[in-house]
């Protein structure tokens, strides 16, 4: 599950929407079936007995294959979790993630670029009957509406227009990041108001490339000083078998890169996706990058198998439009 819920299922499906935990797939690794409206109006079944190709395609299908009417997940039931939020030296949290991701359920971490701390947050699944343990609503409408929204936006506004001011803007952000420990539903739990504007790059690499790319992230900082203010997101999930799936045949780590909308960062975007894309990195499919057919065959062994669905599925190309033919060379 993702940092909010505002999509639809299948749009989550379609882009390969993903939280954090090396034991859980992102959306498309859950699906067990779809119904399918195709380019000539028929509708169909798919999964592992009919229509097995058109099924692997669709687990990820950046809605180039059809229309997807039914979908079919794979659940449990209801759980409680425990998150807790504390502040940690970003060498710290930076050479401990990939240990630590493995043991926790979900596990994450926040950074301001150019500040020596991190935001770490740690989640565990409980039972469903466990009760919820809150803090007062007031003091989550503190932290959920005036710290994580409000004050984001008044220090990503002042940063954008004097960018100068962004470093001491960036500790005052990180100072103010409370610690917290609260049990309460999944749901409310993953997912935030995110109502702050924003641009993200975010790449999906190998779990055993991770300490190189960070360590190359944190350089670049330090070379180019932070004209960014926005945190850079640190995340995993497991393995999975869907063929467009960014973390598909490999344990994954996801870096997360963000601009303010209002912010140029000249540079920063093509910057971070140098570092990634040299260390294996897959572009998450609904956020910004510049690959196109020919780079991402390369990253997927079964890119030539989807497009051959994909030609069969909809041989007109009516599901594409310019974005699309670029991402599949059609
Ligand atoms: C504030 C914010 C936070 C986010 N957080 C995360 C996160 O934590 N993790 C993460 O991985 N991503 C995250 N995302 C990305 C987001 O999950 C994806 O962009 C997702 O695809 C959006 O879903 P949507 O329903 O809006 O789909 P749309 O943007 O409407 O569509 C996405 C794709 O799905 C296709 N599609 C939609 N419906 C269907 C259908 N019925 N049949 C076939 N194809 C269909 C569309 O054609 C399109 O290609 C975030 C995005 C925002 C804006």
């Given at each position: 599950?993702?940092?909010?819920?505002?999509?639809?299922?299948?749009?989550?499906?379609?882009?390969?929407t993903?939280?954090?935990?090396?034991?859980?797939?992102g959306f498309?690794?859950?699906?067990t079936?779809?119904?399918?409206?195709?380019?000539?109006?028929?509708?169909l079944?798919?999964?592992s007995?009919?229509?097995?190709?058109?099924?692997?395609?669709s687990?990820?299908?950046?809605?180039?294959?059809?229309?997807?009417?039914?979908?079919?997940?794979?659940?449990?039931?209801?759980?409680?979790m425990?998150?807790?939020?504390?502040i940690?030296?970003?060498?710290?949290?930076?050479?401990?993630?990939?240990?630590?991701?493995?043991?926790?359920?979900?596990?994450?971490?926040?950074?301001?670029?150019?500040t020596?701390?991190a935001q770490?947050?740690?989640?565990?699944?409980?039972?469903?009957?466990v009760?919820?343990?809150?803090?007062?609503?007031?003091a989550?409408?503190?932290?959920?509406?005036?710290?994580?929204n409000?004050?984001l936006q008044?220090l990503?506004?002042?940063?954008?227009a004097l960018?100068?001011?962004?470093?001491?803007?960036?500790?005052?952000?990180?100072?103010?990041?409370?610690?917290?420990s609260?049990?309460?539903?999944?749901?409310?739990?993953?997912?935030s108001a995110?109502?702050?504007?924003?641009?993200?790059?975010?790449?999906?690499?190998?779990?055993?490339?991770?300490?190189?790319?960070?360590?190359?992230?944190?350089?670049y900082?330090?070379?180019?000083?932070?004209?960014?203010?926005?945190p850079?997101?640190?995340?995993?999930?497991?393995?999975?078998?869907?063929?467009?799936?960014?973390?598909?045949?490999?344990q994954?780590?996801y870096?997360?890169?963000?601009?303010?909308?209002?912010d140029?960062?000249?540079?920063?975007?093509?910057?971070?996706?140098?570092?990634f894309?040299?260390?294996?990195?897959?572009?998450?499919?609904?956020?910004?990058?510049?690959?196109?057919?020919?780079?991402?065959a390369q990253?997927?062994?079964?890119?030539?198998?989807f497009?051959r669905?994909?030609?069969?599925?909809d041989?007109?190309g009516?599901?594409?439009?310019?974005?699309?033919?670029?991402?599949?060379?059609a």
């Amino acid at each position: 599950m993702g940092d909010i819920d505002k999509q639809s299922v299948a749009g989550a499906i379609s882009t390969g929407t993903h939280g954090t935990g090396l034991r859980f797939s992102g959306f498309s690794g859950t699906v067990t079936g779809v119904q399918l409206m195709l380019a000539d109006g028929s509708h169909l079944r798919a999964n592992s007995q009919e229509n097995t190709e058109l099924f692997e395609a669709s687990r990820l299908g950046l809605g180039a294959l059809g229309v997807l009417t039914h979908v079919r997940l794979r659940c449990v039931p209801h759980y409680m979790m425990r998150a807790e939020e504390i502040i940690e030296p970003i060498g710290l949290i930076a050479e401990s993630f990939v240990e630590r991701a493995r043991e926790e359920d979900h596990l994450e971490f926040f950074w301001f670029p150019g500040t020596g701390k991190a935001q770490v947050k740690i989640n565990t699944r409980l039972d469903g009957q466990v009760p919820a343990e809150q803090p007062p609503a007031a003091a989550r409408w503190l932290n959920d509406e005036v710290v994580s929204n409000g004050a984001l936006q008044l220090l990503s506004s002042v940063s954008a227009a004097l960018p100068k001011t962004t470093p001491a803007l960036a500790k005052v952000a990180c100072a103010a990041l409370p610690e917290s420990s609260r049990i309460a539903p999944w749901n409310e739990v993953f997912t935030s108001a995110r109502r702050v504007r924003f641009t993200e790059m975010e790449y999906a690499l190998p779990l055993a490339n991770f300490d190189e790319a960070f360590a190359r992230v944190r350089a670049y900082f330090k070379r180019s000083g932070t004209g960014v203010f926005f945190p850079v997101e640190v995340r995993t999930a497991a393995e999975d078998s869907t063929w467009l799936g960014t973390a598909s045949g490999r344990q994954t780590a996801y870096i997360a890169v963000h601009r303010y909308i209002r912010d140029q960062a000249p540079g920063y975007f093509a910057a971070m996706e140098e570092i990634f894309r040299s260390l294996g990195g897959r572009p998450h499919w609904g956020k910004e990058h510049t690959l196109q057919a020919g780079e991402l065959a390369q990253l997927y062994p079964k890119f030539s198998d989807f497009t051959r669905v994909h030609q069969a599925a909809d041989p007109e190309g009516r599901f594409l439009n310019p974005y699309l033919r670029s991402l599949l060379g059609a």
